[in-house]
Structure formats: C-alpha cells, structure tokens
C-alpha cells in the first residue's frame, strides 16, 4: 500500500497547541493512502532527529545534524566534571538560581564587553537558559502577540516557526536569495504590517553561513523602533565566523536604539563543542529581560549548575580554543565545498556556522526533500533539504529554497572525505534511476483527520531520507 505526507497545513488553521506548534516546524504528519480515508494527524521527530535515524537505518555518512564529531575542548570537560563530584569546588548539584548562576551571568557580561563593547548588569541584564533554544522560545512566547504577524529570514532555524504558531501568530518569511544570501531590506521592509509584532533575526545566519552587516542591523533596528515591534536576534555562531568572512560579528545590542526593542540569544554548545551542555542566555535591557523572564522561569526553571559553572570559566578564558575551533571548522567547509563543488552542487561561501548549501537544480529535477531521500537510502549519505526549514504550507515547488540541501562540516575530515567518496561513486547512478516526481500544488490542502483508531503516520516527503527514515 503507498502512502504519502499531505502538504503542510497552515498552524493558524488548527485549534490544538500541540498541532498548531508541529505544523509550524513542519513536524505535523498528515498520511493518505489509495485505499483508506486520512489518517490521524501525528506528530514527527524534528527534521534534524529524524536525519540522524535515517543515517543510522541505512548506514550513511551523517552529514545532516549539526553537532561536532569531536567533544569540547578537555579543560573545560574536567571543570564541569569536577563541580559535579567535588561540592567544594563548584556550585552545588541543586537548583541553579533562576537567572543562572552568577559566575556565568558575570562571564557573559564580561565577555560582551570585551568583544563586542556592550556594557551589560550580570544582575539584571543577562539571564541564563537551558540551551538557546529555550531563550529563543521564551523570547518569542513573550512577545509574539496572539493573532499577530512574526517576521523572520528564510531558511530559519524551525523552533521559530513552531514557538509563533504556539504563541497564536503567524510567521511571514522574507527569503534569503543564492549565492550570495544577503538579506532584501527593502522587501523586509514592505512585509511589515500593522500585524507585525515581532522580527526575528539570526546573525551569523543558520544554514547559510550570512553574517548580517552593521549596516543591514541599523536599517533593521530603525523598522522596529519605527512600528514598536521586539526583536529577537538568535546569535548562536558569533564564535564561528571563519577567517575569510568579509564581515566580523555585530552583536545586535551594539546598535543605536537597539535597548529599546532588541534582545540577543547566545549559546555555549555551539562556542564550546558541547551541544549536549544545554547552556544558553538572554541578553539586552534589564526591562526586555525581565519580561522575558516572565515566561522563562515556568518552562525549565534552571538546569545544569555544574555545566553552568564551566562554561563561566570558559569564556573568561577560552585558552585558545575559538580560534582554534574556528581554523579546523574553515578546513572541513573547504573539503566539503571542494567535494560539492565538483559533483556539480555549486555550494555558497559559507562564511560561518555549521554548513554549506548545495543545489540540486544543477544536477537533477527532484526536490532537495526527494533528493536526501535518494542521497540516504542509495548513496549512504544524509542531508537536510533546506525546504524542510522554511515555511512550508506557503512554498512554491519552483522556489530556489525547495532545491537546496544542507550539509554540515562540523565533523572530522575522515567523515567528510568518505561522504563525498559515496557521493562521486554512486550519486549519478542513483539519480539516473529516479526520474522527476512532480511535485503537489503549493496550495493542495491537507485532508481532514479520521478517527485515532486510523493507521499510524509513515515517513514524509520532506524527511532527509527514507525508509522509515529520520534527520
């Protein structure tokens, strides 16, 4: 019996939380079949979840999921495995204060101020999250007015799309274009409405590798104060811009006007090598915080007190390792884009961050969803297809974004080397078997659910491979 995933339903069109926040990252199953009515909407793995299944099920090279292959640096594994056994060293294995830890929250004030001249209160104007992610949803469940417009970059990281449509409101994106991928201003801009109650932005930009200019920030910031809308600005890669970025990092908070509107997220898994740690914070004006805070303390509370405390270390003192870090990321994207680049893939710059983009236009008229699929099943390599970050119940098939796949560098150069191998030696054979399938209307509408008794959900077009495949 064949099955395939409806089109992605629109959040705001749904009355559950639940399915409302799924549809918005485009983890909402809805299944039909040539011989049985729709099936119960489901709820899936994340994209990057069910990539990293997918490599596992048919033995593939994992170039999809952004976590290193190797582990943070020794000194600070040892600074957080030590306040957890030695009491009289670290904090203690109890609650964290609510804000985080006041060592941490003083790191990160210092180390603002130092890299980015930002003069910041630990007390009041920093607080600490269980990973950025948890910042990022705080931020916008504060802000993000039910009923509301959210405007965002596309592609974006998917806990956007997910927390606005739990929050009631619906995110408008305004693409990102190959190869450069500079942000259009001027249509961002004309996206504005009297809706719109909140823009979120994330420099250096995931997964294209952009680092937004001073420039592009300021115009950004004097929208805002303009309408009166909040920005949130997801600044998780601020320590992985690589040496050949015609731009440095800007922080948000460096821009004139920005306190009145504007908050940052920072992450220390992605500095650090240590995705697992969960340590993450929220910075800007001691009232925006406060506000944020306001939701914040009922999802985690706190978390981590031992990783809490290394990472304070850490970034008083990094002892070499961002730079570090950041030189062996540049090698790997320069193996990786070589490596795309001859197999026809015309990858972009990617000038910080995790990943490379490649297009699959230039080499086959499949989808970059049908694509991975290909890629994971036959050639054993796993990848993200780009459309599964975007907004997919309002997407073209004809759009650039359906045609791009996401490929991480973040791992050791073995891992690259015997990805890209898979790929010259059995990418053209597999792709000569699968001629294009042609693609569903951009607005087919998903069919209503049956009763929970219907059959389970299996796996969608957009996964990153197949089978029964995850990211």
């Not at 961002?188 to 952009?210: K, W, Y």
């Not at 049908?370 to 309002?394: D, K, M, N, W, Y």
Request: hydrophobic content about 40%; some cysteine; charged content about 20%.
């Amino acid at each position: 019996m064949s099955s395939h995933r409806s089109p992605s339903p629109d959040p705001l069109a749904l009355d559950q939380p639940w399915a409302r926040t799924a549809a918005g990252a485009n983890t909402l199953g809805f299944e039909t079949s040539s011989s049985t009515p729709p099936s119960t909407p489901a709820v899936m793995p994340t994209i990057y979840e069910r990539t990293t299944a997918a490599a596992i099920a048919h033995d593939a090279v994992n170039l999809g999921q952004g976590f290193p292959d190797t582990e943070g640096p020794d000194w600070l594994l040892q600074l957080a495995a030590r306040a957890i056994t030695e009491p009289e060293t670290g904090p203690r294995n109890q609650y964290a204060p609510g804000m985080g830890l006041p060592t941490l929250r003083e790191a990160i004030s210092d180390a603002q101020a130092r890299r980015q001249g930002v003069q910041l209160d630990p007390a009041t104007q920093v607080m600490v999250t269980t990973g950025a992610t948890e910042g990022i949803s705080a931020t916008i469940l504060a802000f993000a007015r039910p009923g509301s417009e959210v405007l965002t970059f596309e592609p974006h990281y998917d806990s956007y799309g997910a927390c606005a449509a739990l929050a009631g409101a619906r995110l408008v994106g305004v693409a990102l274009r190959g190869p450069e991928f500079r942000p259009d201003l001027d249509a961002f801009e004309a996206a504005i409405t009297e809706r719109t109650s909140m823009i979120l932005l994330n420099t250096p930009h995931n997964p294209t590798g952009t680092v937004f200019s001073t420039e592009e920030l300021t115009r950004i910031v004097a929208l805002a104060v303009k309408h009166d809308l909040r920005i949130m600005c997801d600044e998780v890669y601020e320590h992985l811009v690589l040496s050949d970025a015609r731009l440095p990092h800007r922080s948000i908070l460096t821009i004139p006007g920005a306190e009145e509107v504007a908050v940052a997220v920072g992450s220390a898994g992605k500095s650090f090598s240590v995705t697992g740690w969960k340590v993450g914070w929220v910075t800007g004006s001691a009232e925006l915080v406060s506000q944020v805070r306001g939701v914040k303390q009922f999802l985690s509370f706190s978390s981590g007190p031992a990783f809490q405390w290394a990472v304070g270390h850490g970034l008083q003192d990094d002892q070499g390792f961002f730079a570090q870090n950041t030189a062996e990321l540049e090698a790997g994207r320069d193996l990786l884009r070589a490596g795309l680049e001859e197999l026809g893939l015309a990858p972009n710059r990617a000038e910080a961050g995790y990943f490379v983009l490649g297009n699959v236009s230039g080499i086959t008229s499949l989808s970059a969803a049908q694509f991975c699929r290909v890629l994971a099943e036959e050639v054993g390599v796993a990848a993200i297809p780009v459309s599964a970050l975007t907004i997919q119940h309002r997407a073209s098939p004809s759009d650039e974004l359906e045609h791009l796949v996401r490929f991480a560098f973040c791992k050791d150069h073995a891992t690259i080397e015997e990805g890209l191998r898979r790929m010259r030696e059995h990418l053209p054979a597999a792709l000569a078997g699968h001629p294009p399938v042609d693609a569903r209307p951009a607005n087919a509408r998903p069919a209503t659910a049956r009763p929970a008794s219907a059959a389970p959900v299996t796996a969608p077009e957009t996964l990153a491979a197949a089978g029964t495949g995850t990211p």
